[in-house]
């Protein structure tokens, strides 16, 4: 193993080097930074860009997707460009930071999209590409049409290996003390600060299961 492997550039293992280290300097426990739901959540990726505008009525836009929050609703936050964070490893759901705090936003199609990763939606979106170019279409991709891909047959054994190097993924996460991203238990939730650097992660209160109140809802049309 690595670390039980004489280094050439200490001469000692990195185990050896470490435990050195640690006679020398102390723990420094104060410096140590916890891997608790507040570092997950500032560590979710954003978008190139960093920020999504408000469409009115729909809400803003990351990698095809549609997500919404009642914090939208204000016609001063329409049109506004809002900082922006998702979650790689559950495309159901997506944060903006709006009046100072962060809110928790649903995609559209949410039961199709809550538990799917980033990943699944790429592979999903080249899929649809190269089936369109088959066609001689030009066809948009949208919510719509990747919802009723990742739903049909023909999307399973495309993306079925992609979803178990997921799980995979996530068990590494949680043996490291992470949480993977869950399903929200409300349609909203915020999340207090002065600013997107500053302002705390969603919190869930302890011993509180959570519950999908989205199950069995009606799947509607894309909105015109």
């Known amino acids: 193993m690595y670390d039980t492997s004489i280094h050439l550039a200490l001469d000692l293992t990195p185990r050896e080097a470490f435990q050195r280290g640690m006679t020398r300097g102390g723990v420094r426990s104060h410096c140590t930074i916890a891997y608790d739901e507040t570092f997950r959540f500032f560590s979710l990726p954003t978008t190139a860009k960093g920020t999504a505008k408000v469409e009115p009525g729909r809400g803003v836009k990351v990698n095809h997707l549609y997500y919404w929050s009642e914090e939208f609703r204000p016609a001063t936050i329409e049109h506004t ?50 089936q369109m170019r088959n066609h001689d279409k030009e066809v948009s991709i949208t919510g719509k049409r990747l919802a009723e891909f990742l739903a049909s047959a023909e999307a399973h054994e495309a993306l079925l290996i992609q979803r178990l190097q997921d799980a995979e993924a996530q068990d590494v996460l949680a043996q490291m003390g992470g949480y993977p991203g869950a399903v929200p238990k409300e349609q909203k939730k915020r999340f207090d600060g002065a600013d997107p650097a500053k302002s705390p992660a969603p919190q869930q209160e302890q011993g509180e299961k959570e519950t999908d109140v989205y199950a069995g809802l009606e799947i509607y049309e894309e909105y015109q």
């Open 81 to 130: 460009q809002l900082p922006i964070r998702y979650d790689p490893f559950n495309i159901g759901i997506a944060h903006a930071f709006v009046g100072g705090h962060w809110v928790q936003c649903i995609s559209e199609y949410y039961l199709q999209f809550k538990g799917r990763s980033e990943r699944e939606l790429l592979l999903a979106t080249a899929e649809l590409r190269k």
